[in-house]
């Protein structure tokens, strides 16, 4: 089915703040909660947010799975999760810990917090980490601002969500050559976010940042060590075994979501890149997915 007259799924919605959470926030605020009174989801899985969802293990078992990667769960986990991924989990009812979900406007802009984003934006999906205790302390802080929601406590969720989001950060160590040109690399991360589906070749978006191809893989790939071609090829094939998997939607229509009139053309990106047709990849993630 053809942009225009296609069909919505669940998978392909991407859920606001204020639609998940036992406590009401809204986009710019922060929610932090226990795990335990999460460990039903209002809606059904596996689904998406448009917002960061962080998940810190206290104690408890079962598995957590982030983009086809599933993960046992133990405690002193930490997963990280960014606007966009999909995500199930099956855990026991001892588990506990704490739920921590946030958007960009959460913090203000400043260069410290820049640097923060350029960490998160591409941390792994789970950190275990001999600093968890101190994740716990810091969580444990920011709850109890966020349920007594005494004078300023916004701000002094802010100011631990930073000092958080610092100790995470510090589990990684980025080369220098990542911090040259940051802004105008977070820039072309956006463009792509948003335009992925519609533009397929970097000259497009060379050409919306005042450069030239060559000149934005060069900044692009000493900031993250791969190409702006890997990584808008990188994000079409997460969105394409995103929706093979999780969602009813026909290879031709995958191909029409994201961007090729000719399902053909599709199929043929997916096997290169991939090695396999998109029906068979679709086949092995249903065994995963479902059992």
Same mark, same amino acid.
Not at 3 to 28: C, D, F, R
Not at 31 to 52: A, G, I, N, T, W
């Given at each position: ?96 810990? *704490? ?11 400043? +260069? ?73 690399? +977070? ?10 589906? +519609? ?5 497009? *978006? ?19 060590? +791969? ?37 053909? *053309? ?26």
């Amino acid at each position: 089915m053809k942009p225009g007259g296609k069909k919505t799924h669940s998978v392909q919605q991407l859920h606001p703040l204020e639609s998940l959470g036992n406590a009401p926030a809204k986009t710019g605020e922060i929610r932090v909660e226990r795990l335990e009174f999460r460990l039903q989801p209002k809606v059904p899985f596996p689904h998406r947010h448009d917002f960061y969802h962080f998940l810190f293990l206290e104690k408890g078992g079962g598995w957590h799975e982030i983009d086809f990667q599933r993960f046992k769960v133990k405690p002193g986990q930490l997963f990280l999760m960014r606007p966009g991924q999909v995500h199930s989990w099956s855990l026991s009812s001892a588990t506990r810990g *704490y739920v921590l979900e946030f958007t960009r406007a959460s913090l203000d802009r400043n +260069r410290k917090t820049d640097e923060i984003w350029k960490f998160i934006e591409t941390a792994p999906a789970m950190i275990s980490s001999p600093r968890a205790g101190e994740f716990a302390m810091t969580l444990r802080l920011m709850l109890g601002e966020f349920n007594e929601r005494g004078n300023d406590f916004r701000l002094g969720l802010e100011h631990l969500l930073t000092a958080l989001l610092l100790k995470i950060s510090r589990e990684s160590s980025p080369s220098p050559a990542r911090t040259e040109g940051d802004t105008l690399v +977070r820039k072309f991360q956006s463009m792509v976010e948003e335009d992925f589906s +519609r533009h397929h070749k970097v000259d497009e *978006y060379a050409r919306r940042l005042g450069l030239t191809p060559k000149s934005l893989t060069t900044k692009v790939s000493r900031a993250l060590g +791969r190409s702006a071609g890997a990584i808008l090829q990188e994000r079409r094939l997460a969105e394409a075994k995103r929706l093979l998997a999780y969602s009813d939607l026909a290879v031709s229509e995958i191909g029409y979501e994201l961007g090729y009139e000719d399902p053909n *053309y599709f199929a043929r990106f997916f096997r290169k890149h991939t090695g396999m047709a998109p029906g068979k990849f679709r086949k092995l993630a249903s065994r995963t997915v479902h059992g």
